[in-house]
């Protein structure tokens, strides 16, 4: 009975971290490699089938700081749809990684605890390069980039909305606990004289903020638990988020019911692990500094 407390216990929570050895660099990346394929696991367990619009296959590619992907990407990890690529810095390969590796095949665990987080920041790393991939792939469908082309605009009206979407995103695919915050002061969350609020914005950096973080959660949660992830993300990567009448209040009500008007046909697909079974994530050496990983789901039994 101790023993398997102690199993239920290893996969509930790591036991420790530990960081590669540089010289065992291939294994380093093999381990890597795997990572990437637990979280892709995690997160069809935790969200459905959200790698439809991915290629069947991915390959990670390790870059040095002197690549030109390296550069591209500012060093960081991230999926390059051209390549269908996940670019991943070498520097990241002494990076602390949980024991039992297992472990990370679970979504959740890692966004409720704060050590965790600290203690494996190449997780978050990895999944925000997949939900990346997920959204570019998407957008790309309809001739569109993730992020959209608006959130690099100079103009307050455009950039703001764009940016709504990616922190809206980003807020309910990484904190399990609902965001609190006064849903009734819509008119501050989503300014009806938008042109009023950009002339003051300036002056004030949370009212920025307000709008762009909770402004966001507000606009998508509804979509998120109305029609699941997968639907949802569809939706937001090919629909951009733009202002009408100077109102954003508006905007937003239309932007929701024209969601609900094109995904109401669409069978969401909940977070059940009622995902496609029959693709299993796998590892496997394609050359020197990359390797291929195919997703999908396949759970041991424990």
């Not at 690549?67 to 990241?92: C, N, T």
């Not at 959209?148 to 809206?168: T, W």
């Not at 009023?196 to 300036?202: K, L, T």
């Amino acid at each position: 009975m101790w023993f398997r407390s102690i199993v239920v216990a290893a996969l509930l929570y790591p036991l420790s971290g530990l960081a590669c050895e540089w010289t065992e660099r291939h294994q380093c990346k093999d381990e890597i490699g795997q990572l990437v394929s637990y979280r892709s696991e995690a997160i069809e367990y935790a969200f459905g089938n959200v790698f439809g619009a991915l290629p069947r296959q991915i390959e990670i590619r390790f870059v040095r700081s002197n690549d030109e992907q390296y550069a591209k990407y500012s060093g960081r990890v991230a999926y390059d749809a051209a390549a269908h690529a996940l670019i991943l810095p070498q520097r990241f390969l002494t990076t602390p990684m949980p024991v039992p590796l297992r472990w990370a095949a679970s979504y959740w665990p890692y966004y409720r605890n704060r050590q965790y987080q600290e203690m494996f920041p190449l997780i978050a790393d990895i999944d925000n390069a997949l939900w990346g991939a997920v959204l570019q792939e998407n957008a790309r469908v309809h001739g569109l980039s993730w992020p959209h082309a608006e959130c690099n605009s100079v103009d307050l009206s455009k950039r703001l909305p764009c940016q709504m979407l990616i922190a809206g995103v980003a807020a309910l695919l990484t904190e399990s606990r609902a965001a609190m915050f006064n849903a009734n002061a819509v008119g501050r969350i989503w300014p009806e004289q938008f042109s009023e609020f950009e002339q003051r914005s300036w002056r004030s950096e949370r009212e920025y903020f307000d709008v762009q973080r909770y402004g966001g959660i507000m606009l998508l949660r509804p979509l998120f638990s109305e029609f699941g992830v997968p639907s949802a993300l569809s939706y937001v990567a090919q629909t951009p988020f733009l202002i009408e009448d100077d109102n954003m209040r508006t905007s937003a009500l239309r932007y929701q019911e024209r969601a609900r008007e094109v995904l109401q046909g669409r069978p969401a697909q909940e977070a059940s692990g009622e995902s496609d079974n029959t693709r299993t994530p796998i590892t496997l050496p394609a050359s020197r500094d990359h390797r291929v990983i195919a997703f999908g789901s396949s759970r041991d039994g424990v």
